[in-house]
Structure formats: C-alpha cells, structure tokens
C-alpha cells in the first residue's frame, strides 16, 4: 500500500490516556478508517426528483434503489445548477427543490458540488432580449444569488464550463456566448471568479472544460496570469468513443499538473454497450433512442474503469473523481451507467466500489498502545476513528 502510493498514504501518532488522567499502556485499540481524503463522486440529479417525492410506483422504487446505491459508494455528489433549467423563467429558480436535496445530502456527509454557474448550452432562453450589458449584470446577480442561498451546503462549484469553445459556439444564438465575445474570455472569467470568490471566500472554485488540447492548458496560463484565483482544473472525460489511450491520459496529467492546481476529473463516462462511432466529430451528434447495455459491453466497461482509475489516482494532484452517469440513459441516452434504470449493479459498480472501499482504504486494525499510551497508524489519508476501554479518539491522517 505505502510502496504504490506513497503521495496518499502517512502515517499518525495517537494517545490514549486512562481515567486518571495517565497514558494508557498495553490497551488494545480498534482503528477504522472512516472517511477517505479523496472525492469520489458522481452526477447525483435524481436525488432532487427522490428527497422531492416527485416520483411514484415503480420509477419511485427503482430510483430509490439507485440513490440508494449512490450513497453506499460515493462522498462526493454534483447537484445540476444548468441556468436554462434552473431558472426556466425570470425570477422564479428552483432553489427550494435544490435546497432540499442539497441539505439532505450534506446531513448524511456528502460533499456536495454545483454544476455549473455559468454555460452557453442550457442558458435561460430569456436572457436573449435583454443587451449584452445586461446579460452580464443578471449573470453576476445569479452566480451572487445562487452561491450565496447554498452556502454551507454547496460550497464547490463549476463557475464555467466549456470557455474554450464558448466564444465561437456558433450552434445557436445564446447570451452568454454573446457576453463571452464582448469581454473575452480571460475578462469574462475573471468577473465570474471574482462574484463567486465575494460570495463565499470558502467556497472551492473550478474552471471546466471537455477540451484538454493545448487551447485549455494555455487559456489556464492566461487566466492564472490575469490574476484568476482558480482552486481547481476541472477536466471532462467522456470517453463515449472508447478508453482514453494511456499514452493520451498521461500527457494530459503531466501537462495541467504543471499548474500544481488539484485537478478533478469532473465528467467520466465509458460505455457499456456499443461503441459510439469514431467519425463522430460531435458527441451531440450521436444520440439514438435506443443504445442498449450489453454483457460484453458490461464487463469491458468494468475493466476499463478500473484501468483509468488507478492511472488517475498515481498523479498526486488528482483529488476528484466524478462518475458523470450513475445510471444508464443519462447523457445522449447513453448506457454509460453503473447501475441501470431497474436499479441493477453492473460489474463496473461492484469494481468501482472494491476500489474504492477494499484497495484505496484501510482496514480496520488492532493495535496496542506502548508505554507512553501511543498507537502509530499508518494508512491512506483520511479520517479515522479509534476506540479502546477508555473511550474513542478522532483523527485524520
């Protein structure tokens, strides 16, 4: 364990004392890890349909299941904050809906992220009549408003999504691409960077985006530059067409670990049916109705997913890891899912969890404290709880 990954693992000198008040001496003490210092996550939206009651029957049965299993496996769960849909019409958000879900969350110590404050697709169609002045004005007032009314429950968010292409996005008129022309980008993603950071000075703040050419690393350096306190490189990987290369997934890590910013893998999807064609320029463009699971596709889905975490998980400054469809027919009607619709596990959901919960924790252990009433425990970073005649001690590695 400490040998493979030495950059997750250290080490921890706890006390014990007795009743009157000496070091505890020769006393076995239980140790379990109970908490993991990474994220592991996914895209949790059906947890607003199922804390809502919005659901009944069998749908409301087998959604609960699935959210079911989500909480088993993941601490790290995005809400959707997509303007068009949050916001459907001017002044009446779904903030109540979201709320709920979000302190439901958080009270069973999940931690919670807001995706995204600001996107060109999803937009809110009604900003399109007002000028571009005014788009940016209700822009900043929504990321105000919205990281404001969720903060100490969502205190992580995506401030941008896709900026790369956002300026020459040229599927259809939109208000942010509009305002992303008129200041640039750098000058666009400084104004969000900086309501966000004045609405809450906690709060963990990210740039994302699907594009990991050079045009994102060196809009990163430009921003940095400008003075854009970024506290984490979002990167998507929506391997609809198949496993990233490994040659490919190394060269992205090297190159944005340059920036020695934790990095989160903030959209990873694998397919477990049919792979989406090459030809595909536009993963948009490909969209059937039906793009079922199959068992091969099951169990290919499974090993490549073990293979791309424990590639991420080598590099130090990856710190999320965010499962992108919970269950199949998210996303482009994909069965990129862990689990399906029927609420059924795929092996790609027990491998995950193995990892997860087996390889990258602890084990619960016993250890006897020495002379001076001190056990030394050495595992993967995190929290901890141990336990002797004497009572419990919490800690973190």
Request: charged share 25%; with cysteine.
């Amino acid at each position: 364990m400490t040998s493979k990954y030495p950059h997750r693992t250290g080490t921890k000198a706890v006390q014990f004392i007795d009743s009157n008040g000496l070091p505890l001496n020769g006393a076995n003490v239980t140790v379990r890890q109970t908490e993991t210092a990474v994220k592991f996550g996914c895209a949790g939206f059906e947890a607003i349909q199922t804390v809502n009651g919005l659901l009944e029957g069998d749908e409301k049965i087998s959604a609960d299941r699935r959210i079911s299993f989500m909480l088993e496996i993941f601490n790290f769960i995005t809400l959707p904050f997509y303007w068009g849909r949050f916001e459907p019409e001017q002044g009446k958000p779904v903030t109540d809906i979201t709320l709920k879900a979000a302190k439901w969350l958080t009270e069973l110590n999940m931690l919670v992220k807001g995706h995204p404050l600001c996107w060109h697709t999803s937009c809110a169609d009604w900003l399109m009549e007002f000028s571009d002045e005014e788009i940016l004005r209700l822009q900043l007032e929504r990321i105000n408003r919205d990281v404001t009314d969720f903060k100490g429950y969502i205190d992580t968010w995506d401030v941008i999504n896709e900026v790369v292409i956002m300026p020459i996005y040229d599927r259809y008129d939109n208000a942010v691409t509009r305002i992303c022309k008129r200041e640039g980008q750098v000058g666009l993603v400084k104004k969000l960077f900086d309501q966000a950071r004045s609405s809450n000075p906690d709060a963990t703040l990210l740039i994302n985006d699907f594009d990991m050419s050079t045009d994102y690393s060196d809009l990163i350096t430009k921003l940095l530059d400008a003075g854009v306190c970024i506290d984490a490189i979002g990167l998507q990987s929506h391997m609809h067409q198949g496993l990233w290369h490994p040659e490919k997934t190394h060269e992205v890590l090297e190159r944005f670990s340059k920036f020695g910013l934790p990095l989160h893998f903030t959209e990873i999807n694998l397919v477990s049916g049919e792979i989406m064609p090459a030809h595909i320029g536009d993963l948009n463009d490909f969209a059937p109705e039906v793009w079922p699971t199959t068992p091969e596709g099951e169990e290919r889905q499974a090993k490549e997913l073990v293979e791309f975490y424990k590639l991420l998980y080598e590099y130090p400054l990856v710190e999320a890891f965010t499962y992108w469809s919970f269950t199949d027919g998210g996303w482009l009607n994909a069965p990129c899912g862990l689990v399906t619709r029927e609420a059924r596990k795929k092996p790609s959901y027990d491998a995950l969890y193995d990892l997860i919960h087996n390889e990258w924790r602890t084990q619960d252990m016993t250890l006897k404290t020495d002379y001076n009433g001190y056990i030394e425990v050495t595992g993967f970073f995190g929290d901890y709880v141990a336990k002797s005649i004497e009572g419990e001690v919490e800690f973190t590695i």
